[in-house]
C-alpha cells in the first residue's frame, strides 16, 4: 500500500515552454501533498505544500507564478514549471500523506526536468 | 524552526560490516523522526520513523535507529552492511502540527566487497 506515482519519469522541453508534472496517490487519499526539487548531489528542498481543494503553500523564495500547483482531488496533483528554462532543470519528486495518523509522507519516484 | 545534521556525507563500509550513520537534530518541540534511502534516480523510501514510545525503532532491511532526546540524536545503524545497501541516505524532522519535513544534508554510503 501507500503507492505514488508521478508522471512523466522524464522529460525533456525547450526553453520557454511549460512542462506539467502529475502526482497520484494511487491506493489512498491524500489530503496533503508536498513538491520538492532536487539537485545533483544535493538534498531535497521543500517547493510548496498543497491541500486538496485549497491554494498551496509555498515556501519562501519559491515563485508561485512559476510552479502552479493543482491539487484538485485527493489523489492527484500536479506541477506545472512555466516558461521553464535551463535553470529550472532539476529533480522533481512529489510526496503524499493522509490526514492525521502518523505524519509518514510516501514519495513518488520522481521527475528528471532537462530545460534545453 | 527545526534543522537536521548528518555528520558525514560519504561513507565507506565493508561488506559485513556495521553501517552507522549519524543524524542530529534540533527542534523546539519533540518532533517526528525519520530515516529515508534514495536508489540513484529514484524517489526517497522510508526506513523507518520515530513518532512515540519505543525509542528504538527497527525498520526495513534489517536497519533500526534510536532516538535520543537528551543527545537530540536519531542514528541509523545496521549490523551487517549488504550490497544492497549503497545509496544516499536522508534522515529528515518534521514538527507535529503541519507534517513540514526537513531534511539533511544526506549522507552516501558505499558498500566494498
Known amino acids: 500500500g501507500a503507492v505514488v506515482s508521478q508522471h512523466p519519469s522524464r522529460v525533456i522541453c525547450k526553453s520557454g515552454t511549460s512542462v506539467k508534472i502529475e502526482c497520484r496517490s494511487l491506493?489512498?487519499?491524500?489530503?496533503?501533498m508536498f513538491w520538492y526539487r532536487q539537485f545533483p548531489k544535493q538534498s531535497l528542498m521543500l517547493m510548496a505544500t498543497?491541500?486538496?481543494?485549497?491554494?498551496?503553500?509555498?515556501e519562501q523564495g519559491v515563485e508561485k507564478d512559476k510552479f502552479l500547483i493543482n491539487h484538485a482531488s485527493l489523489t492527484l496533483s500536479t506541477l506545472t514549471v512555466t516558461s521553464a528554462h535551463p535553470e529550472d532543470s532539476s529533480f522533481y519528486i512529489c510526496?503524499?500523506?493522509?490526514?492525521?495518523?502518523?505524519?509518514?509522507?510516501?514519495f513518488g519516484p520522481g521527475t528528471r526536468l532537462t530545460v534545453l | 524552526a527545526q534543522s537536521v545534521t548528518q555528520l558525514g556525507s560519504h561513507v565507506s563500509v565493508s561488506e559485513g560490516a556495521l553501517v552507522l550513520l549519524r543524524c542530529n537534530y534540533s527542534?523546539?518541540?519533540?518532533?517526528?523522526l525519520f530515516w529515508y534511502v534514495q536508489y540513484p534516480n529514484q524517489g526517497l523510501q522510508l526506513l523507518l520513523k520515530?513518532?512515540?514510545?519505543?525509542?528504538l525503532v527497527k525498520g526495513i532491511n534489517g536497519f533500526e535507529a534510536e532516538f535520543k532526546k537528551s543527545e537530540t540524536s536519531f542514528h541509523l545503524t545496521k549490523p551487517s552492511a549488504h550490497m544492497s545497501d549503497a545509496a544516499e541516505y536522508f534522515c529528515?524532522?518534521?514538527?507535529?502540527?503541519?507534517?513540514?519535513?526537513?531534511f539533511g544534508a544526506g549522507t552516501q554510503v558505499v558498500v566494498t566487497p
Open positions: 498543497s491541500n486538496e481543494g485549497s491554494k498551496a503553500t509555498y
Open positions: 491506493d489512498f487519499q491524500a489530503t496533503t
Open positions: 527542534s523546539s518541540v519533540p518532533p517526528y
Open positions: 520515530y513518532t512515540t514510545g519505543a525509542t
Open positions: 529528515a524532522v518534521s514538527d507535529r502540527n503541519w507534517g513540514k519535513l526537513q
Open positions: 510526496s503524499a500523506k493522509t490526514a492525521g495518523g502518523t505524519d509518514t509522507q510516501y
